[in-house]
């Protein structure tokens, strides 16, 4: 398979990973309140305490005052669940695609993904 080929599976992935619903990804490592119109907040899975952790819905980002962190909801993955860059893509995204892969002829390139 082309290097060309490989980029664009790649790319595909890590798009469809991002577009994942970052609430639904943060609910998954602990419980979380609505704090404002699309804001929740709640302990941070990884460093605790009550309202460090917050999720902006609107904005699709996260962030915790007490880890000094925050991004997207591949980060999210990457922080919460301890995963690599490619875990985190495998793991939001490459399920939803290993039919289009599969069907356009691209081997999936991420562990764990079909």
Not at 43 to 54: A, I, L, N, Y
Not at 79 to 104: D, I, M, P
């Amino acid at each position: 398979m082309r290097r060309s080929t490989h980029r664009l599976v790649r790319a595909e992935l890590i798009e469809r990973a991002r577009q994942a619903d970052i609430l639904m990804a943060a609910q998954r490592f602990g419980a979380l309140k609505r704090v404002g119109a699309s804001e929740y907040a709640g302990p941070c899975p990884v460093c605790g305490g009550k309202d460090r952790f917050s999720v902006s819905v609107k904005k699709q980002l996260w962030n915790c005052r007490g880890c000094g962190k925050g991004g997207d909801v591949i980060g999210l993955a990457q922080h919460a669940g301890g995963a690599t860059f490619a875990e985190a893509v495998a793991a939001l995204g490459a399920r939803k695609l290993a039919r289009l892969v599969a069907a356009r002829g691209f081997k999936v390139l991420l562990q764990g993904g079909a």
